[in-house]
């Protein structure tokens, strides 16, 4: 189990810069052809780019390093993302900077307690204005996640997360 | 891919089905490089089955991806608002995904959309659920 405590606990914030390469590349592994990605010389990103910001953030330094979940046992529950506005272009550096915003308990149908944690990311331009914010739940399962998990529908992909 | 008019989209409007894949291991490898999870449960075949599945299978994230495709085609990736999944079944070699969508909701001052997604293993059930703001212009 997760300490509760880690409610509010936030990460340093670091840069993120949004290149154009980078999204033509995202947008092609992600099946599309759109010339608003290929085209333009300064897309926006797609709807779930910002999963990438692995890319920019100081390794070791990331919220999930504190509270010490069993990388065995997690799972992805979901991921939400909200642009305030249309979503931000290459070519924009943004301040990225997570915290944790909820963790609870449920009893997984399988037996076992199945740990949430949800973590609540902001991303912010260089005025300081908010432009996206991505909600992530990971789950903390009572036991290794094996393929049999696939049929309760308890669960996830089995995507760790790094 | 021409972008669907406010119109046009009115509550319980279904987007026409789309289907992607065979997906490949390929295809997750591309995917893992662009963006940077490098989890060797999705193209690690000996990993893979150490951890207890008969074979190496997608990122979540993956198709979660190619649903946000599906619904960027049609909206336009410079109206998309919000976009949410959930995770349910996962995506094995060789699977095809069907993605379908329905209008859910209409906000007329603010002139966006709601809608709910699915992406469908073909022969399967569903793996990845989502709902999306689009604004429509």
């Known amino acids: ?162 | 891919m021409q972008t669907r008019r406010w119109e046009d989209l009115t509550v319980g409007t279904e987007l026409d089905a789309q289907e992607f894949g065979p997906l490949t291991r390929t295809d997750f490898v591309r995917y893992q490089g662009a963006s940077g999870d490098f989890n060797p449960i999705h193209h690690d075949e000996e990993f893979a089955r150490g951890a207890g599945f008969p074979t190496v299978f997608s990122v979540g994230m993956l198709q979660a991806g190619i649903l946000a495709t599906y619904a960027t085609d049609r909206l336009g990736p410079e109206h998309v608002r919000s976009f949410g999944v959930q995770f349910r079944e996962q995506v094995w070699p060789g699977d095809r995904i069907v993605c379908s969508g329905r209008v859910t909701g209409r906000d007329e001052p603010a002139r966006t959309v709601q809608l709910e997604l699915e992406a469908r293993r073909v022969g399967g059930g569903v793996a990845v659920i989502a709902t999306a703001t689009f604004a429509v212009p």
């Open chain 1, 1 to 162: 189990m997760v300490d509760p405590s880690v409610v509010g606990l936030a990460d340093e914030p670091f840069e993120m810069v949004l290149e154009r390469g980078k999204i033509r590349e995202f947008a092609r592994a992600t099946m599309s052809s759109h010339p608003a990605y290929l085209a333009d010389p300064a897309p926006v990103i797609p709807p779930t780019f910002l999963t990438t910001t692995s890319f920019w953030a100081p390794p070791g330094r990331s919220v999930f390093a504190k509270i010490r979940l069993d990388l065995r046992r997690v799972l992805h529950g979901g991921q939400e993302y909200t642009f305030f506005g249309p979503p931000p272009r290459a070519g924009t550096t943004l301040t990225v900077q997570t915290r944790v915003a909820d963790v609870f308990e449920k009893q997984g149908r399988r037996g076992g307690t199945m740990t949430f944690v949800v973590t609540v990311t902001e991303f912010r331009d260089p005025t300081g204005r908010l432009v996206a914010e991505a909600r992530s739940t990971v789950i903390e399962t009572g036991r290794p996640p094996t393929a049999a998990d696939d049929a309760t529908g308890d669960g996830a992909t089995g995507k760790e997360h790094s």
